[in-house]
């Protein structure tokens, strides 16, 4: 019987983590003991958050500005992590944005960063961080996926539920290869999530009309991925309404699937 997972004296790095979900993770993690490693672009959010944590939690917390869409972000990130002597023991792969619009419209280069930053970027962590994992026979790696990644893809936006859907079966791969080894692996499959991340995507006019039933917040989420990890469960979809979402997509004939969700992608995707 698997036992409880225990934060308390271990190191988590977390990308992403200046707002919204990753945001949250430090927070839940530093109240459990974590110490932390938090990477984002904006340093000043990530510097005010680690004093926040500091003093609340009295764990320790380091800063590192990284911009996950550069091919030598995680190289560099590594190299600072030895440098600074810092072993990781969980590694939660959060960062992430999506691209609005029609797919032929949309610049070339900002899919290709985005590609970097959703695929590239959270393997390349955990292909470097793993093996020390492995010699310690000790560690966590949560990805951060997406309910879009286990429902048929929608219009706009258009590499996001693919990539999302390859974080899910990358985390069950790993699973399958490092069961047995002490190491736990999640992918997390949140549905609407009240963060920063529709702001950014310039979708938020269009999801504040969405019915509130279909929103969690992030403290939810987190603890629900905090719960799966306990339980070594590799696949967490927070969330009643999201795993009923989950359960009719995967029932409904594929045709009928896909086409409910293309009647419903104007509601939460830009496509202009």
Avoid at 127 to 137: F, N, S, W
Avoid at 233 to 257: E, M, S, T
Wanted: with cysteine.
């Amino acid at each position: 019987m698997k036992t409880s997972f225990d934060w308390r004296g271990q190191r988590a790095l977390i990308t992403g983590a200046s707002a919204g979900i990753g945001q949250t993770f430090a927070e839940m993690s530093a109240a459990r003991g974590c110490h932390l490693v938090l990477t984002a672009r904006r340093i000043d959010r990530l510097e005010a958050l680690a004093a926040k944590l500091r003093a609340t939690y009295g764990i320790e917390v380091d800063c590192i500005a990284a911009d996950l869409a550069e091919p030598t972000a995680i190289a560099d990130l590594v190299a600072e992590l030895e440098h600074r002597r810092l072993t990781i023991d969980i590694v939660v792969n959060n960062a992430g944005f999506g691209v609005p619009g029609a797919y032929h419209q949309s610049d070339w280069v900002a899919q290709a960063r985005f590609l970097q930053v959703m695929i590239n970027a959270p393997c390349e962590l955990v292909h470097r961080l793993l093996p020390g994992m492995r010699e310690r026979r000790h560690g966590a790696i949560i990805n951060v996926a997406s309910l879009a990644g286990l429902v048929p893809g929608s219009a706009g936006s258009t590499l996001y539920a693919g990539s999302k859907a390859m974080l899910i079966k990358f985390s069950q791969s790993l699973a399958l290869e490092t069961n047995g080894q002490g190491i736990r692996v999640q992918a997390l499959c949140p549905g609407f999530t009240f963060s920063e991340f529709h702001d950014v995507t310039g979708a938020r006019e269009l999801v504040s009309k969405m019915p509130n039933y279909l929103w969690m917040d992030a403290a939810s989420v987190v603890q629900a991925s905090f719960d799966a990890l306990d339980r070594d469960r590799v696949i967490c979809v927070p969330g009643r309404v999201n795993r009923l979402l989950k359960f009719i997509a995967k029932h409904l004939p594929d045709q009928a699937a896909l086409g409910l969700v293309g009647r419903r992608s104007k509601q939460f995707r830009r496509l202009e």
